[in-house]
């Protein structure tokens, strides 16, 4: 398949294993279909902004004999597109899918067991995760944001308001301007929450923000949030983003996953909160003792040198993240538009 990708400022786009793209401004393309054309192989899926520009693109292209489909609402549209992949943790009764967002890299979880669910980190489309839930015959119970995102818009709310789940934030979440508490149950380092019978329990990991907290799924998976990802770790600059405070979170990072992530049986499964975008046909997870090799920096022992590591080779932070982070305190309402672009919450 060939993405023909007509936006005059194409920084990220569509990227699926079996998909080239080919970037040609509308005026080029109609001006010269034919010689276009030439250039295009198998089925063309055209993609603009917001899927205006790619209907009559799409509607030349059919007219010379290619089989040329529109991405439905363009780069928006592909944003915010969710598909759920099963994680086998070889647990009786529980059901892992991991609900990826290929336009950014996002990663969240519907676990399911005894007729409950609990959906952890969930995005803005909450329709998606009822449909899921309605699929497994099974009621939302609980969800759970990891920490406060500064990356993309949570979904939890919407969630909570749809279901009547319970809605649960860590609770140093609490204290960093959430205008909703009274809505909340604090989740606390060591809390148990139970799925039948299924025990989920909460691991404190900050670094990538205070407040951040993993689940440990029946001690054979860790839904690790922001914290250590399958070939990277989590930027610990977007909480404190000064030098100084960047750096002090870089050292807590190293201790927790130093002293609270790899010190778990190698044989537990990494459950990130993000990857890279893109397609892809089955879930980002890996043993930690992967893990431990994917990733260099877990190799440094001293937390100084980690944190100068991670700094000193970063992208940029996220777009309109201190805005994002409003958004999902409560302190201003939700913008759909602040989204853009992939992920960026590793430190490479």
Same mark, same amino acid.
């Given at each position: 398949?060939?993405?023909?990708?007509?936006?005059?400022?194409?920084?990220?786009?569509?990227?699926?294993?079996?998909?080239?793209?080919?970037?040609?401004?509308?005026?080029?393309?109609?001006?010269?279909?034919?010689?276009?054309?030439?250039?295009?192989?198998?089925?063309?899926?055209?993609?603009?902004?917001?899927?205006?520009?790619?209907?009559?693109?799409?509607?030349?292209?059919?007219?010379?004999?290619?089989?040329?489909?529109?991405?439905?609402?363009?780069?928006?549209?592909?944003?915010?597109?969710?598909?759920?992949?099963?994680?086998?943790?070889?647990?009786?009764?529980?059901?892992?899918?991991?609900?990826?967002?290929?336009?950014?890299?996002?990663?969240?979880?519907?676990?399911?067991?005894?007729?409950?669910?609990?959906?952890?980190?969930?995005?803005?489309?909450?329709?998606?995760?009822?449909?899921?839930?309605?699929?497994?015959?099974?009621?939302?119970?609980?969800?759970?944001?990891?920490?406060?995102?500064?990356?993309?818009?949570?979904?939890?709310?919407?969630?909570?308001?749809?279901?009547?789940?319970?809605?649960?934030?860590?609770?140093?979440?609490?204290?960093?301007?959430?205008?909703?508490?009274?809505?909340?149950?604090?989740?606390?380092?060591?809390?148990?929450?139970?799925?039948?019978? +299924?025990? %989920?329990?909460?691991?404190?990991? *900050? $670094?990538?923000?205070? #407040?951040?907290?993993? /689940?440990?799924? =029946? @001690?054979?998976?860790?839904?690790?949030?922001?914290?250590?990802?399958?070939?990277?770790?989590?930027?610990?600059?977007?909480?404190?983003?000064?030098?100084?405070?960047?750096?002090?979170?870089?050292?807590?990072?190293?201790?927790?996953?130093?002293?609270?992530?790899?010190?778990?049986?190698?044989?537990? +499964?990494? %459950?990130?909160?993000?990857?890279? *975008? $893109?397609?892809?046909? #089955?879930?980002?997870? /890996?043993?930690? =003792? @992967?893990?431990?090799?994917?990733?260099?920096?877990?190799?440094?022992?001293?937390?100084?040198?980690?944190?100068?590591?991670?700094?000193?080779?970063?992208?940029?932070?996220?777009?309109?993240?201190?805005?994002?982070?409003?958004?999902?305190?409560?302190?201003?309402?939700?913008?759909?538009?602040?989204?853009?672009?992939?992920?960026?919450?590793?430190?490479?």
């Amino acid at each position: 398949m060939t993405v023909l990708d007509l936006r005059e400022d194409a920084e990220w786009g569509i990227e699926a294993p079996s998909a080239s793209t080919r970037h040609v401004p509308p005026s080029d393309m109609l001006a010269d279909p034919v010689a276009v054309a030439r250039e295009l192989s198998g089925p063309v899926a055209v993609v603009c902004n917001r899927g205006l520009t790619a209907q009559p693109v799409a509607e030349v292209l059919r007219g010379l004999g290619i089989d040329a489909m529109v991405v439905e609402s363009g780069m928006r549209g592909w944003i915010v597109a969710l598909q759920a992949r099963p994680v086998d943790l070889g647990i009786e009764g529980l059901v892992v899918l991991q609900i990826q967002r290929p336009g950014r890299g996002c990663l969240s979880y519907l676990l399911a067991a005894d007729g409950q669910a609990l959906v952890v980190d969930p995005a803005p489309d909450a329709a998606f995760y009822v449909a899921l839930a309605h699929d497994l015959g099974v009621q939302i119970t609980d969800i759970l944001d990891t920490h406060l995102h500064a990356d993309h818009l949570s979904g939890a709310r919407m969630l909570s308001e749809l279901t009547g789940a319970t809605l649960r934030l860590p609770a140093l979440a609490l204290g960093r301007g959430v205008n909703y508490t009274e809505r909340v149950e604090p989740l606390r380092d060591g809390d148990t929450i139970m799925l039948g019978p +299924v025990k %989920l329990h909460a691991l404190a990991l *900050p $670094g990538h923000t205070t #407040d951040m907290t993993g /689940l440990l799924v =029946a @001690d054979r998976a860790l839904i690790g949030g922001d914290s250590l990802f399958l070939d990277g770790i989590a930027r610990p600059d977007l909480q404190q983003s000064d030098p100084e405070g960047a750096s002090a979170m870089g050292r807590i990072l190293h201790e927790t996953l130093h002293d609270r992530v790899l010190t778990l049986d190698e044989d537990v +499964v990494l %459950l990130p909160g993000h990857t890279h *975008p $893109g397609v892809r046909a #089955d879930a980002a997870a /890996l043993r930690l =003792a @992967d893990v431990r090799v994917a990733v260099p920096e877990l190799s440094i022992d001293d937390p100084g040198e980690f944190a100068a590591r991670l700094l000193s080779d970063m992208s940029p932070r996220p777009a309109n993240y201190e805005a994002i982070i409003a958004v999902n305190a409560g302190a201003h309402p939700f913008d759909p538009e602040l989204e853009t672009g992939g992920n960026s919450c590793s430190a490479r």
